[in-house]
């Protein structure tokens, strides 16, 4: 496991800037990424002249949903092993694991509505399908900021002296 | 310069107001009031900053004190997403067309000056408790 040190792939100066700068403005990019994704959602919704039928803003939902789920998980349980436990850490994967198939759940709706409801639709000029490129957009939008809350909150419990 | 110095306060206030006249000026010049909707976001740009407090606001929020720093980071979360919103909305309602693009570029402005101003504002507090 040793080999999947991040020392390894990435460039020793962007490690430090992401200790130091970078996971202070991660909660608010990724703020920034969920509410981009959402308001593309919202644009879709306003520009189309046909109501959009509630399942086609099940993807939207779902991946939110997978963005809760993965920020949920106390990120210490799944750094080490407390040798007293082992329940915390196989309870902590597991449930990333359900997140992470919920996301992909998510994204596999998306395409599936865009494909089916506007990409093979004859009958809608082009205008009328941004609603399918929309629901792409807002999915990947939302995960991204639910990945990126997830690699740059402060974890809990460390006792508050681990940046020292 | 800190925070208390006069000329950075003066920047600061000059930014917020030149910010929200350029938000103004783009509803009154095209009479057009849909873009004052904006203002709801410009209301809820601060309040995660006020009540979960920031770089800043605690100085122990840097060091990752555990309850305290799950708050900020939902506050910065809500920052995030309200500050998309102030760009988005303007996006939208000219997408709409209901608001021209001569409108839309103004809104914009106001949001880029009001973003820098809160940059700044950001900057200079944290200079001041950096200096343990």
Known sequence: MCNLRAEYYINPQVIQWWEERGKMWGPILSGALFGAGWWFWVDAVCINQHKIPFDQYLPGLIATLALIMINCIRRDDLVEIDPFDDASFCRSRLWLFVSYIVSFASIVAAVWVMLAHYAHNADLSPADKWPGAAGIFQVTFILGSGLLFFVSRTPTDTGGYSSF | ?132
């Open chain 2, 1 to 132: 310069m800190a925070i208390q110095d006069f000329r950075v306060i003066m920047v600061l206030a000059l930014g917020v107001s030149t910010g929200l006249l350029l938000q103004l000026l783009g509803c009154v010049l095209f009479d057009n009031w849909w873009p004052m909707l904006v203002g709801i976001m410009y209301v809820l740009v601060p309040m995660p900053y006020l009540f979960f407090g920031s770089t800043g606001g605690d100085g122990y929020a840097i060091y990752g004190s555990s309850i305290q720093s799950g708050w900020v980071d939902a506050g910065k979360f809500l920052t995030g997403f309200s500050a998309v919103g102030s760009i988005a909305i303007p996006a939208i309602l000219a997408h709409a067309k209901v608001i021209t693009i001569g409108a839309l570029i103004m809104e914009l402005a106001a949001a880029l000056v009001l973003g820098a101003t809160v940059l700044t504002y950001d900057y200079f507090n944290s200079k001041d408790s950096g200096f343990f």
